[in-house]
C-alpha cells in the first residue's frame, strides 16, 4: 500500500451541499439537460441528487471500468454497458464522483457524443488535477483518494486485498481511514463481515 496516499471521506451532507452548489451552477449556466447520464457505480447516488435537485426524472445509465482496487488502475477504461437510452438529439449531462484520470469520462463522453447527442456536459463532485479531462462543473480539487459513504465496505475490500499481495500491516491502512474520518466501529464491522464472507 502506498505510504503517501491519504484518504478524503466526505459525509452525506457534504456531499449534498456539494450537490446543491452544482445544481446552482448548472442552473446559473443555462444548461438544461433533457437527460442525465450517470456513470455506474459512482455517479448512481449523484446523478439522483441533481435529477431531484434539477426537478429532471429523465435518468440514464452508462457503464465504464477502469479501477481495479484503491489508486490501481488496469491500462485503458473499457465501456462495459452503452448508454440505457436514447440520446441522439438530446442536450446531455453525464454526472460521476470524481475525475480521477478522467479516462472513463473521456470514454463516456464521446459514446454519449457518438450516440448522436448535440450536447453534452460533465459534472463530478471532485475534479483531480491530473485528469485528462476537466469537467464543465465540479466543486472541489483534491489529490487524496475520496472514499464516498456509498463504498465504504468495497474501499475496505480493496484495502484488504492490496495489503495482503504487497504483505503491509493492514491496521496502519485502516487507521488512515479512521482519521480521515470513518468511524472505528463501522471499519470493524466491515473488516468482520468481508473475513466472514470469505471463511464461507
Known sequence: MDSELRFEVPTW????????????????????????VGVSRGGWAPARVLSDLLDNPNLAN?????????????GEPTLTQSVSAVVA???VLIVDEVADTGKSLKLVKEHIINEGATEVKVVTVYYKPWSVIVPDY?????????VFPWEIKETIRKIIKKCKKNRKPLEKETA???????PAEIIKRFLREIFEERNC
Open 138 to 146: 465540479y466543486v472541489k480539487e483534491t489529490s487524496h483518494w475520496i
Open 62 to 74: 452508462v457503464k465504464a471500468e477502469f479501477y481495479l482496487g484503491v489508486a490501481e488502475t488496469k
Open 13 to 36: 451532507n457534504q456531499i449534498y451541499n456539494m450537490l446543491l452548489t452544482l445544481s446552482g451552477r448548472i442552473r446559473a449556466d443555462g444548461f438544461k439537460p433533457d437527460i442525465i
Open 176 to 182: 488512515k481511514l479512521e482519521k480521515a474520518g470513518i
Open 89 to 91: 438529439e438530446k442536450r
